[in-house]
């Protein structure tokens, strides 16, 4: 079945701790992005990537690191995590038009991350 | 700046009418434009997306949209609502030169009275 991946669902953590949220997708899509969703904000990207070790950032990067090592993971990591990323998180790949641009994104089913 | 406007927070629709939900970007080059959906507690849902040609694209689950390039406009249709059409839905535009971002409205939680 194709999908994207997300772990964990669910995570309550304390400020400073550094925590890493795995993607993982088995479409073979190049381009790949993690978004948060905030009430009244919509979704906003924060980071992504038009192939392995290709990343830039989004609208909202600061505090969020990404890696592209292997084409289908591209792991979300918060080195010093504070109470303002709490948020939903979400995971999503598309293809990638040759000529620039990316399709509709397929969505992985979301991460609850706390921050105390 | 590129942007994503969806001018309508809330929309609440009865049963059977019809409905309009608005969406306006804001971008040099015409971007590539979708519609999705979220429900309750899911994830997000591909309704339908325009990239070039005829400028009224039909999605799944009844749901239309029209491009109008004078207007910046791309905005969501469909004649008859159902009560399992409420939910939150977003407009979103995708770059296709330059920055490769991927950009979506605030959203518009439509809801459905019986």
């Known amino acids: 079945e194709a999908q994207v991946t997300q772990n964990p669902r669910y995570l309550i953590t304390v400020t400073g701790k550094k925590l890493t949220v795995t993607c993982s997708q088995n479409?073979?899509?190049?381009?790949m992005s993690w978004y948060r969703q905030d009430p009244g904000l919509g979704l906003r990207q924060i980071y992504y990537?038009?192939?392995?070790?290709?990343?830039d950032k989004g609208d909202v990067p600061e505090g969020y690191k990404v890696s592209r090592k292997e084409k289908r993971n591209f792991p979300l990591i918060l080195e010093s995590p504070s109470p303002n990323q709490t948020s939903l998180y979400f995971c999503a790949s598309s293809l990638w038009r040759t000529s620039g641009g990316s399709y509709e994104q397929y969505f992985g089913p979301g991460t609850r991350l706390t921050v105390t | 700046a590129q942007s994503v406007t969806q001018p309508d927070i809330h929309i609440t629709v009865s049963e059977g009418a019809s409905l309009e939900l608005r969406c306006n970007y804001s971008y040099g080059a015409t971007p590539y434009l979708f519609w999705y959906v979220q429900s309750p507690g899911q994830g997000l849902q591909l309704l339908l997306k325009?990239?070039?040609?005829?400028?009224l694209v039909q999605g799944i689950k009844g749901f239309e949209a029209e491009f109008k390039r004078s207007q910046s406009s791309f905005n969501l249709r469909k004649p008859s609502v159902h009560w399992s059409d409420a939910a939150e839905y977003f407009c979103a535009a995708s770059t296709t030169s330059g920055t490769y971002k991927y950009i979506f409205g605030t959203g518009t939680r439509l809801k459905v009275l019986a």
């Open positions: 479409m073979n899509h190049e381009y």
């Open positions: 325009y990239f070039s040609g005829d400028t």
């Open positions: 990537s038009m192939n392995v070790e290709v990343t």
